[in-house]
């Protein structure tokens, strides 16, 4: 298997999970939240300041279908992170010094 096939396919298994598998995700609320509501203390959260945001709540705003929209969000959180490695590569990969290439 070539480099670029590798990579290709683990691509589309990232966006596969992503998209695909948390659409089956449980809606139900992760174990902080519900330690807080076992614990008596839940009514006191707060919003976080990217409350607002267009992929808070682990959904994309506007999109009506909750798994649908999680589907989204979570496409376009591996497509994020992948911009955002892949520029931090680019810009602090080792590079030849110019004296070496002559």
Request: negative net charge; aromatic residues 6%.
């Amino acid at each position: 298997m070539s480099r670029r096939a590798f990579w290709l396919t683990g691509l589309l298994l990232t966006l596969l999970v992503a998209g695909v598998v948390s659409y089956h995700a449980s809606a139900s609320p992760d174990g902080l939240e519900w330690a807080a509501g076992e614990s008596g203390f839940a009514d006191t959260a707060q919003d976080s300041a990217a409350a607002g945001s267009p992929l808070a709540d682990y959904g994309v705003a506007g999109v009506d279908d909750a798994r649908v929209s999680g589907g989204l969000a979570g496409v376009v959180g591996v497509a994020a992170t992948l911009v955002l490695a892949g520029g931090l590569t680019l810009v602090l990969r080792r590079r030849t010094p110019p004296s070496a290439r002559d």
